[in-house]
């Protein structure tokens, strides 16, 4: 823990003095900032593990998903404020794809290399719940894809609203069936103080972090060379999901399936149903206005990854073959990004 509270202030600091120091490669800039949003997610991570010892894997997974997607609603703020929109709106579409496809895979991968017989066993109901979530989020979208541009903003405004309402019913119906979790005899690594202190410090630094990490962003593209789609759907949505993509692979290495699933699936319903449409209605008093309205070429993959999510992990299990398809079918979209 020392370790990496040490790593994470160190990185930070780093990430500060380059952004504001004058001469500094903004290559470099990106380079650091995105490690030290590795490194805090890393510290979030390990907070909420002791925090989430007196809860239950509900709780705990909804939790670690609304931490672990803080440092991406700072980065899409910052963002809009810059005038970033394509950045922005490629990021959280990226974040759902991210964790619904690659993150998914690898922890489907990692559990199922675990299991004695292959198979990854999971409760079937959250993972179904997801992708309930995302279909309604799809729908929206399709809409208002179809509209061509007329009206999209009121429309969106209005499926905001609607689509968080819907989360709402579903957090609360979903939370009241959480189960309490077995006493863990384990001595905590943390008081309770302690890692709430850490959480609040953490998602702070994060705020300052992605603020540096958009700043260094567009210069990066035009140096490398990067599509503002690739950079948008690939490297910022997985810098931003961090948490996610570290806590969930470990779980699921560990044999604590619930809890990987837990966090995985709470992210991608939470980007979809809760982030997304509450950024909608935030970008209203920032410099760029977010909207629903996509590129068709996202909405078909927005709307394939839904059917993909279910069909793989609707019934409660999975394997290695079907981890390594939601990993390649990620690879492909990367693919397509890369040429945008």
Do not use: C
Not at 244 to 257: D, M, P, Q, T, W
Not at 276 to 284: D, E, I, M, T
Not at 289 to 318: C, H, K, M, N, R
């Amino acid at each position: 823990m020392k370790a990496i509270l040490a790593a994470a202030a160190l990185l930070t600091a780093l990430a500060g003095v380059v952004r504001y120091a004058s001469g500094v490669s903004h290559v470099l800039a990106f380079i650091v900032a995105t490690l030290a949003l590795a490194a805090l997610a890393s510290l979030v991570s390990l907070s909420i593990e002791q925090v989430g010892r007196r809860l239950g894997p509900a709780a705990t997974g909804l939790l670690q998903a609304t931490v672990g997607n803080l440092p991406e609603f700072f980065v899409v703020i910052f963002a809009l404020n810059a005038g970033a929109h394509t950045v922005a709106q490629n990021a959280i579409l990226g974040s759902i794809l991210v964790n619904a496809l690659l993150v998914l895979g690898l922890v489907i991968v990692a559990g199922a290399l675990k299991a004695r017989d292959g198979i990854m066993r999971f409760s079937p109901r959250l993972p179904n719940d997801t992708a309930t979530l995302l279909l309604v989020a799809s729908f929206i979208i399709i809409l208002v894809g179809l509209t061509h541009g007329r009206h999209s903003k009121t429309i969106s405004i209005v499926g905001a609203i609607v689509i968080l309402l819907v989360y709402a019913t579903w957090l609360r119906q979903y939370l009241m069936s959480d189960d309490l979790p077995e006493r863990d005899e384990t001595p905590p690594r943390l008081k309770q103080l302690h890692a709430i202190s850490l959480l609040v410090l953490a998602g702070t630094a994060s705020a300052f972090v992605s603020d540096w990490f958009i700043h260094a962003l567009g210069p990066t593209i035009k140096t490398l060379h990067i599509s503002q789609a690739f950079a948008g759907l690939v490297i910022v949505a997985i810098a931003g999901n961090a948490v996610e993509n570290v806590s969930g692979i470990v779980l699921a290495a560990k044999g604590n399936s619930e809890l990987a699933i837990s966090i995985v699936k709470n992210s991608v319903g939470q980007i979809a149903a809760f982030l997304y449409p509450l950024l909608v209605l935030v970008s209203l008093l920032t410099a760029t206005t977010l909207t629903f309205s996509l590129a068709p070429v996202y909405i078909g993959a927005l709307l394939g990854t839904s059917v993909i999510v279910w069909q793989i992990t609707g019934d409660g299990e999975a394997t290695l073959f079907e981890g390594t398809a939601l990993i390649a079918t990620f690879v492909i979209l990367a693919t397509v990004a890369a040429f945008e």
